[in-house]
């Protein structure tokens, strides 16, 4: 009998090639399940396709450019006929748009990151909900959330506008799915070693911070059939 946790599931995780992402989904097919990565090129998919399957695991690559909202929509039905069902949905791609005061912020910078952050997040609900709802237990988690959601920070606006912004997205479709086998719930990582956080803190000493790997362990709990809250904000 197999001890593996999330043996037979199908998981897609977007912002699969690098970063929580990547360490979530090589912890994921380690459990057993078969991974859907996605990310914006091939190419940036194959190193960690790469990597499951040396260990044995199970992945399909999603190149996908969230800001394509057409091409979103698409991908519900086209996973419809190839699984029939989704039992995960992990929400990871995130941008940062850069530190600066809010009056001079361009258009396009606040655009994409509202767009990728949380515009594409909705889409993705949206497409995958009759997915979800054909699982025994459809498990979603937004593993992107952050206190500078709650804190109005200085210079992060966009960052933190859209992450108060998906918070409420996630609480909402918590609740409209509370009567279902389907349960919804973020992540808050913290201060994690990613490529973003070097973004954001150039200077910043990173083998003082927790690994992509900590905030994984965090996502697989709230991924699990067994896990029955819905709603919460998880802080690791």
Known sequence: MSDKRLKDRIALITGASRGIGRATALLFAREGAHVLLLARTQKSL?????????????ASLIPLNLEDGKTIDALGPSLYERFGRLDIFVGNAGLLGGLRPLTHIPAETWERVLAVNLTANWRLIRTLDPLLR???????????????AHQGRAYWAPYSVSKAALETLAKTYANETSDSSVRVN?????????????????????????????VAEIIL????PDYEKTGQIVGV
Do not use: H
């Open 221 to 224: 709990r709230l991924a699990l």
């Open 46 to 58: 194959q190193a960690v396709d790469d990597a499951i399957r040396a260990e044995g695991g199970k």
């Open 186 to 214: 973020i992540v808050d990582p913290g201060a994690t070693a990613t490529a973003m956080r070097a973004e954001a803190y150039p200077g910043e000493d990173q083998a003082n911070l927790q690994r992509p790997e900590d």
């Open 134 to 148: 054909q699982s025994a237990a459809g498990r979603v988690v937004f593993a992107t959330s952050s206190r500078v």
